[in-house]
């Protein structure tokens, strides 16, 4: 059966056919990798929706950390996509790469949808080609937890899209949902207005398209109150992550040009590329470099404002506000966010540069004679581009392989070395490692992560008395130090010092139910012979993590304690895991 197509859907689809041929081609090697970084803060043991059916109410409900308000995101709907994979797929990481493979594409071919409103078609291909293949995009595409940038890019491309077809009320409803998934998404806002006004648009034009966006924004804002209180609209203040907080206001804003400096180099020639910037890495210190280093950045802006301001073409008009708008988010100039850098936070200033790009391409086929020359420049370009992305993409397979990269990338970022630290000593080189967090320590004695790295291996190589000094530290800095509280209530529960175990372990589970955390206070209720509290305490949670052989050890040995040997048994032979003895019980 022949299926027919209409005229002006041939294109499009033909794009988005390319788009994907694409996205997976240059990303297919990501699609074995596991669950690294971030995906650990954000996915497994989220008990929103590390389950077997999502809390769809408690999504919307909650930080995009869970119970950690103090990090001030509020991302509903990229949480949302996460728990839909989680119901749909399961817990193997395959299926979460694929979809950030998708989303991928599918940005990428809004970009030729939105350039083909005001260039050639074939123009459009090579700029939707070029964006899919920047290796700056692989942290954006690599890491599951950063799917948050597709997505919203996604949707302000969308917002745009419509708002340029005069459909400003479907606009307003994507702006929401662009909202929902990553704050930045906010940027496309000026982005219209502006575009509006310099197409000649009277302020009465504008202020009528305009409106129709204040109910879906107002909307948001009263979501985001009721979930983050007084975090609504709170800046970053861990200069662990971000030094510039700290700064003096000339460093911070020398330093934040010179950030646009190293995010454009990094862009056109993608070298050391890394999966963090934080505390070290980068000098906000005043010298020869960093001036000359912000001046250029700051050259960048305003050679992109004046082509905005001066040039007739729309395109190019278009793509400079993206990037100026989306940047100015990023910039810590206005507001300091919760980092300094980071390679995937320039997907969507990207994005900008990528339609700037596009249009000079299509200048320049218009005007010569020879496009096949261009064609072959331009084909170099987005092997060298798709050969690179390819090759970084290695690094996102697995947390030892990533946190590797992290250290060799960014030597002196004290996140990396503690990282770095910590999987060393896992190695066997602990006499290295534990010199190297020292060295941490040192700089940055009030860090909680490696407080608790110390700690861990002080106690593992026998100094448990001052690894217990050292996780209850990070717990004074940080109250939601979730690795301390575990540490601590192991500790305690091998040391048989069961009510301080239970006490932490209260604390720890009160802040954030981990499955860990909730098994082992279940146990330790148990040795306090209070069985029944540690029945109460897994039936409370167990529908969040029905599958948890440890929830099955529990009760097995909860009702083996109150002579229910039927039940005990019958929980007891579920587990096929003999690691969740060992682990749990001795």
């Known amino acids: 059966m022949k299926i027919f197509i209409k005229e002006k859907y041939k ?9 994907l041929s694409i996205s997976f081609a240059i990303f297919s090697n990501t699609i074995s990798g596991d669950f690294v970084m971030d995906d650990h803060l954000v996915l497994v043991g989220n008990p929103l929706i590390d389950r077997n059916v999502p809390d769809f109410v408690g999504i919307f409900t909650h930080p995009y950390n869970f119970f950690t308000e103090e990090t001030g995101l509020y991302r509903p709907i990229s949480m949302l996509s996460f728990g839909i994979n989680f119901f749909l797929f399961g817990k193997s990481p395959i299926s979460f790469h694929v979809v950030n493979i998708i989303l991928h594409a599918i940005a990428g071919w ?7 409103r ?10 939707m080609a070029l964006f899919l293949a920047l290796p700056i995009h692989v942290e954006a595409v690599a890491s599951i937890a950063n799917r948050t940038e597709t997505i919203s890019l996604i949707f302000s491309l969308l917002v745009l899209y419509y708002a340029l077809k005069d459909k400003f009320n479907l606009s307003s409803i994507l702006l929401f949902l662009g909202l929902l998934s990553k704050e930045t998404s906010v940027s496309i806002l000026p982005v219209i207005f502006i575009f509006l006004f310099l197409q000649g648009k009277t302020m009465i034009q504008i202020t009528r398209s305009m409106f129709w966006y204040i109910p879906s924004f107002l909307l948001y804002a009263i979501l985001r109150i009721n979930v983050l209180g007084s975090r609504f609209i709170s800046p970053s203040d861990n200069f662990i992550v971000n030094q510039l907080i700290d700064a003096p206001i000339i460093n911070s804003l020398l330093a934040s040009f010179k950030i646009l400096f190293l995010y454009i180099v990094k862009t056109l020639i993608p070298t050391n590329l890394s999966p963090d910037y934080s505390y070290n890495q980068i000098s906000t210190s005043i010298d020869s470099t960093l001036i000359l280093q912000s001046i250029v950045g700051l050259s960048v802006i305003v050679a992109i404002t004046f082509i905005i301001f001066k040039s007739k073409n729309r395109l190019i008009i278009l793509g400079g506000l993206i990037f100026l708008g989306s940047y100015a988010i990023i910039s810590n100039i206005l507001v300091k966010i919760p980092t300094i850098m980071a390679d995937r936070l320039f997907y969507a200033p990207s994005a900008g540069l990528i339609l700037m790009f596009t249009s000079c391409i299509d200048t320049a086929l218009n005007n010569t004679t020879k496009k096949m020359l261009i064609y072959k420049i331009l084909s170099v370009i987005f092997i060298i581009y798709a050969g690179t992305s390819f090759f970084y993409n290695q690094y996102w397979l697995s947390q030892a392989s990533i946190i590797r990269h992290g250290y060799q990338s960014s030597p002196k970022s004290v996140v990396m070395q503690t990282a770095y630290a910590n999987e060393i000593f896992k190695n066997g080189e602990k006499e290295r490692a534990i010199r190297l967090i020292e060295e941490v320590l040192s700089q940055t004695p009030q860090f909680p992560m490696a407080l608790i790295t110390a700690g861990e291996m002080y106690a593992f190589s ?8 050292l996780w209850l530290e990070s717990i004074k800095l940080k109250n939601n130090a979730f690795n ?4 601590l209530g192991t500790l305690y529960y091998q040391q048989k010092k069961y009510k301080k175990a239970e006490e932490i372990l209260e604390r720890s589970v009160s802040i954030y139910p981990l499955w860990e955390h909730v098994a082992y206070l279940g146990l330790v209720k148990i040795r306090l012979n209070k069985p029944q509290e540690a ?13 948890d052989q440890s929830f099955a050890l529990v009760l097995g040995l909860a009702h083996r304690s109150l002579g229910n040997i039927v039940e005990a048994n019958l929980h007891l032979r579920s587990i096929t895991d003999p690691r969740v003895l060992s682990l749990y019980w001795e």
């Open 118 to 127: 005001f260039v050639s078609w074939h123009s459009s291909l090579i700029g």
């Open 110 to 116: 809004l970009i030729f949808m939105i350039s083909k």
């Open 535 to 547: 029945i109460d305490l897994i039936d409370k949670y167990s529908d969040k993590y029905l599958n």
């Open 462 to 469: 026998g100094n448990t008395k001052k690894g217990e000094s």
């Open 11 to 19: 294109r499009p689809l033909l794009a988005l056919t390319v788009s």
């Open 484 to 487: 301390a509280y575990i540490n």
